[in-house]
């Protein structure tokens, strides 16, 4: 309960977020602009409407200049307090929406909407994935195989592949991995027909995942790698929505500190200079919560990370997004209690800030929501 109830915290902060609208008042400071490769982050942020509904808006997080951008665009409207943010959204053509929700003219034919039945499905890039249960009279059934949903563009095809893998625990018992757990993140690449799943196992003495990949044209012919993960009382929880891939890094929260697993070398290392570099952009206060300040892997676009970390006041959290790119810092936003917000660039100076009193943004646990995309979800 301690765990779920951390995951969900932290998730939030997530989920808190840069919003702009046309008469926000913005303080620049100039920066130098840079020749590099222009990179905007989409997400999506959330305003409050009649009726306890929510308008998710579309918004721009510029890197390079160290600004947010806010639009007027309206993606969708939810109309369920209780579900907000999409269940899944690539940033660009693709987003997984609820029945309780709504999108607008422009982007109806980008929109895919869960099934009556999908609960329990895993939704990654450009693929779902249902996990069929067997006969077994046990209270706790068994996965058997799963059902697959592959996007290539507008075609979507269904297969069935059975990701188990029978192995030995550290006291040498037989296990199958993936018999009971869902996947911790799935992937289709629709250029290569590559599916990626991935499954974390916790032992006594460690943490395992295993990492099943196998090809649309063969897709009964799986190949497992096992990859064993840093000790040194580090705590690995690994969910849909906590951990992502970018390329062939796959990003595991694990309780302040980052882990690292590079799917071709298969080598697990901790980031502590990346949650270093992450905690020192904001100078905290004295205020300490009874609650580890977890950093998140919380997005990701193109081949940029993104990461979520709650920071302190002397009275308070405030959420801290910040942006990585092969490791290295490219921005950070701050989110701060009094409903400003500091656009921070690689130099961890403030290069804009945003006012945003009195702009009816939505809030959870008292912080801006906000949504990147990459993010995947179970449906409950």
């Known amino acids: 309960m301690k765990k779920f109830f951390l995951m ?35 997400f999506l942020i959330y305003t409050n409407e009649p009726d306890n509904k929510h308008s998710a808006m579309l918004a721009y997080w510029d890197l390079n200049n160290s600004k947010v951008n806010l639009t007027e665009k309206i993606v969708y409207v939810s109309e369920d307090p209780n579900f907000v943010t999409p269940l899944f959204w690539d940033g660009d053509g693709r987003i997984v929406l609820r029945k309780t929700y709504y999108p607008t003219d422009e982007y109806k034919d980008k929109v895919d909407f869960v099934k009556g039945n999908d609960v329990g499905m895993v939704y990654g890039k450009d693929i779902e994935a249902k996990g069929n249960l067997d006969d077994n009279p046990e209270p706790i059934k068994k996965v058997k195989n799963y059902t697959l949903y592959l996007h290539n563009g507008s075609d979507v095809m269904e297969k069935n592949v059975s990701f188990l893998y029978k192995t030995k625990d550290d006291k040498g018992n037989d296990i199958t991995v993936g018999e009971y757990n869902q996947p911790c993140f799935i992937d289709y690449d629709s250029k290569t027909g ?35 993960l840093p000790g040194g009382g580090v705590v690995y929880t690994p969910f849909p929505n906590n951990t992502m ?33 992450c905690r020192s952009i904001v100078k905290e206060g004295s205020f ?49 209690s009094d409903d400003t917000w500091d656009v921070i660039g690689p130099d961890k100076k403030i290069a804009s800030s945003m006012d945003l009193k009195g702009k009816n943004l939505y809030k959870e646990f008292n912080a801006d929501l906000m949504y990147f995309p990459g993010l995947e979800s179970i449906n409950y």
């Open 8 to 42: 969900v915290f932290t998730l939030i902060f997530i989920a808190t977020g840069c919003y702009t609208v046309d008469n926000t008042k913005v303080t620049e400071n100039e920066s130098p602009k840079s020749d590099s490769e222009e990179i905007k982050i989409p």
């Open 194 to 228: 590559d599916i990626t799943f991935i499954f974390d196992y916790p032992f006594e003495t460690h943490s395992n995942i295993y990492i099943a990949k196998c090809n649309v044209d063969n897709i009964d012919k799986i190949s497992w790698d096992e990859v064993r």
């Open 245 to 277: 891939l970018v390329g062939s890094k796959y990003y595991i929260q694990c309780f302040k500190t980052l882990g690292e697993v590079d799917l071709k070398t298969k080598k697990a290392t901790l980031l502590d200079d990346v949650a270093k570099e």
């Open 288 to 336: 300490r919560p009874d609650y580890s300040k977890d950093i998140t892997p919380v997005g990701k676009y193109k081949d940029v990370l993104i990461l979520s970390l709650p920071v302190s006041t002397d009275t308070n959290v405030e959420p801290l997004i910040c942006a990585f790119k092969d490791n290295k810092l490219l921005g950070a936003i701050h989110l701060k």
